[in-house]
C-alpha cells in the first residue's frame, strides 16, 4: 500500500496567515507615524500643493524621475544578467526574467507619472500636448525634454513586446530588445541636461556609479559573445554501444557417436572370453 503523500494546506494557511499579520502590523505603523507626523506636515504639505507657487509637484517629478531611471536601470541589469547567464546563480533564470519584465513595467509607470504631475507646477506650465509630443516643450530645454519623451515611447514598445512575442516572434522581439540601450542613454542625457539635480554630489555619483556597473555588465556580455565564437567547437560525443553479455559456449558435439563400452554386451562378452592355447599336432 503507498504511503500517504504529504498535504501542505496546513502550510499554505500558515504564510497566509502570517502575510495577514504582518499586513496588520504594517498597516497600524503606518497609522501611528501619520499620526505623529501629519499634524507638523499637514500645513506645510497644504501650502506646497494649494500656493501661488506650489513646489510639491516639482518635488513629486523629480524623485519619480530617479524612481523611473533606477527602476529602468534593474532592469537592464537583470536582463543582460540573464544572457551573461549570471543570473543562474541568483536569483535562477526564470526569477530574474520575471522580475525583468514587472520592473520594466513599474519603471515605465514611474516614468508617466513623472511627466504627468508636473502639469501642476505653475514655473514651467506644461500642457498636456506638450507632454505627448516631443521637443515641443519650447520654455524649457526642448531639446533634452524632447530626448527623454522619445525614450519613454521606446520604452513603452519594448515594455509591450512582452506580451506580443508570440506574434512577433522570438527574432523580432529580441532586435527590439536591443533598443533598450538608446532608451536608457535617452534618459540618461534627459536627466543630466534638463534635470536640476545633476550639480549635486549624490546625484552624479549615482549617475556614475548606475552607468558604470551597466558599462561593464555590457563590456563583460561582448567579451563572453566573443570567446565563445572563437573558442575551438568542442566535438560530439562519440556514442559507444552498450557492453554485451559473452555468448554462452556450447559443446561441440562428436561427428560420430562413441559406443559405450559399459553398456555394449557384445564387446563385454569378447573382452571377458578366456584364450585357449593353439593346439599343435
Known amino acids: ?7 501542505t494546506e496546513f502550510n499554505d494557511s500558515s504564510v497566509n496567515v502570517q502575510s495577514f499579520l504582518l499586513f496588520l502590523l504594517a498597516m497600524t505603523l503606518g497609522l501611528l507615524l501619520a499620526i505623529l507626523v501629519l499634524p507638523t506636515w499637514l500645513p506645510n504639505l497644504a501650502f506646497s500643493l494649494g500656493g501661488d507657487a506650489p513646489k510639491a509637484y516639482w518635488y513629486m517629478s523629480r524623485a519619480t524621475a530617479f524612481a523611473s531611471l533606477s527602476l529602468l536601470w534593474l532592469s537592464m541589469a537583470l536582463g ?22 514587472y520592473v520594466s513595467l513599474l519603471g515605465l509607470a514611474f516614468a508617466a507619472f513623472h511627466a504627468v504631475v508636473i502639469l501642476g507646477d505653475h514655473y514651467i506650465n506644461f500642457t498636456l500636448l506638450q507632454l505627448l509630443v516631443p521637443f515641443s516643450t519650447v520654455g524649457y530645454r526642448p531639446l533634452w ?5 522619445v525614450g519613454f515611447y521606446v520604452w513603452l514598445i519594448v515594455a509591450l513586446s512582452f506580451y506580443i512575442r508570440s506574434s512577433i516572434g522570438q527574432k523580432t522581439w529580441r532586435v527590439l530588445h536591443y533598443a533598450s540601450f538608446a532608451m536608457y542613454l535617452m534618459g540618461l542625457f534627459h536627466g543630466l541636461f534638463s534635470g536640476t539635480d545633476v550639480t549635486a554630489p549624490w546625484a552624479q555619483n549615482y549617475y556614475w556609479i548606475s552607468s558604470g ?3 561593464f555588465l555590457l563590456v563583460g556580455r561582448i567579451v563572453g559573445v566573443i570567446v565563445d565564437k572563437l573558442a575551438p567547437a568542442r566535438p560530439a560525443p562519440r556514442r559507444t554501444p552498450p557492453p554485451q553479455a559473452p555468448a554462452a559456449s556450447i559443446p561441440r558435439s562428436a561427428p560420430f557417436p562413441i559406443p559405450n563400452a559399459a553398456a555394449s554386451p557384445s564387446m563385454t562378452a569378447s ?9 599343435t599336432r
Do not use: C, D
Open 1 to 7: 500500500m503507498p504511503a500517504p503523500q504529504p498535504t
Open 80 to 101: 543582460m544578467g540573464i544572457t551573461n547567464k549570471m543570473a543562474r546563480a541568483w536569483p535562477g533564470a526564470a526569477a530574474a526574467f520575471a522580475v525583468h519584465e
Open 145 to 149: 525634454v524632447g530626448v527623454g519623451q
Open 213 to 215: 556597473s551597466l558599462l
Open 271 to 279: 573382452n571377458s572370453a578366456p584364450t585357449t592355447p593353439l593346439s
